[in-house]
């Protein structure tokens, strides 16, 4: 690692705590609850928010790198929203259209600055193909198995397609196969059978395929 790459893997893991803790204090006001929802059960102080966000900023500008900056403009969301999602997701078993909305606008913007200032239209093309690709497997998969995921799942998922396919198509196929093996083993675990938060599941798998195979 070049001393470029360690001052840029500083900054951006600063950054991510900065934003981590802003998470944090957004997710403590439970404004993101509906009327039915208002009489669970408080979810704590969830401090594993501003260390999650910060692991995930520092991971990626540690793997990716000065060389291959611009990528992180699409991944980069991935680190914020991951966390910020799954704690929604975990709290109320849903994932709230306006979070997924603005992640998708960021990861779309990144992807279209990532593309122009390296001029590899690739970048765009591996992008679209992997959230295409991605949403036809889950509408398959919600076909053969209805219920089996949720529509927030269903709108997480090309997202997430689009972002890993950004840094390479294999790196895509990596981030959905650790997710469903994840979820798979912690769903044996699991004693009640109530709704399945699939959502930090797709977060970890991203971040984790991007952390070994990008």
């Not at 793997?63 to 704690?87: E, K, M, N």
């Amino acid at each position: 690692m070049t001393r470029d790459d360690l001052i840029l893997t500083a900054a951006l893991t600063l950054h991510g705590a900065l934003i981590g803790f802003a998470i944090r204090w957004r997710l403590a006001t439970l404004t993101y609850r509906h009327d039915d929802e208002a009489s669970q059960p408080n979810p704590g102080p969830r401090w594993w928010i501003p260390v999650a966000v910060t692991v995930a900023s520092g991971l990626l500008a540690w793997r990716l790198g000065v060389t291959r900056w611009p990528l992180l403009l699409p991944t980069l969301p991935l680190a914020w929203f991951g966390p910020w999602l799954s704690a929604i997701d975990l709290d109320v078993r849903r994932l709230p259209n306006r979070l997924l909305a603005v992640h998708s606008v960021l990861v779309a913007v990144g992807l279209g600055a990532a593309t122009l200032i390296t001029g590899d239209l690739e970048i765009a093309i591996q992008a679209a193909l992997g959230g295409v690709v991605a949403f036809i497997v889950f509408w398959i998969l919600d076909r053969v198995r209805p219920g089996g995921f949720g529509w927030g799942d269903g709108k997480y998922i090309p997202i997430i397609g689009a972002a890993t396919a950004a840094v390479s198509l294999s790196v895509a196929w990596w981030a959905f196969l650790i997710a469903c093996v994840a979820a798979v083993v912690a769903t044996s675990f699991r004693r009640r059978r109530t709704a399945f938060p699939f959502g930090p599941w797709l977060a970890i798998g991203a971040l984790a395929a991007i952390a070994i195979f990008g």
